[in-house]
């Protein structure tokens, strides 16, 4: 039963340089507090175009924008945990 799903945080040059990489641990931290290792790949990507909103990530069909250190987790909890958890 591998059904793994993948997150990509953008790390193309704009999110790069609003320190886009910063939120990496960020993310492997929740992961793994919600013990979602198995499930949950996170990689790189590049720019998801959507570099006037903000940090940006993709999962699924979705991309969500304008991350930040204080928003992250909230998003995690809202927006990805219930598509990996389905209720
Ligand atoms: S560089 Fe991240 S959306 Fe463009």
């Given at each position: 039963?591998?059904?793994?799903?993948?997150?990509?945080l953008c790390v193309g040059s704009a999110c790069h340089q609003?320190?886009?990489?910063?939120?990496?641990?960020?993310?492997?931290?929740?992961?793994?507090?919600?013990?979602?290792?198995?499930?949950?790949?996170?990689?790189?990507?590049?720019?998801?175009?959507?570099?006037?909103?903000?940090?940006?990530?993709?999962?699924?069909?979705?991309?969500?924008?304008?991350?930040?250190?204080?928003?992250?987790?909230?998003?995690?909890?809202?927006?990805?945990?219930?598509?990996?958890?389905?209720?």
């Amino acid at each position: 039963m591998s059904d793994r799903q993948t997150l990509y945080l953008c790390v193309g040059s704009a999110c790069h340089q609003l320190g886009g990489y910063r939120l990496l641990p960020l993310l492997a931290a929740l992961r793994d507090r919600h013990g979602l290792n198995e499930q949950l790949d996170i990689k790189g990507a590049f720019c998801l175009e959507t570099c006037q909103q903000g940090r940006s990530l993709k999962f699924g069909d979705c991309v969500f924008t304008g991350l930040s250190e204080a928003n992250l987790e909230e998003l995690f909890t809202h927006e990805i945990l219930p598509q990996l958890r389905p209720v």
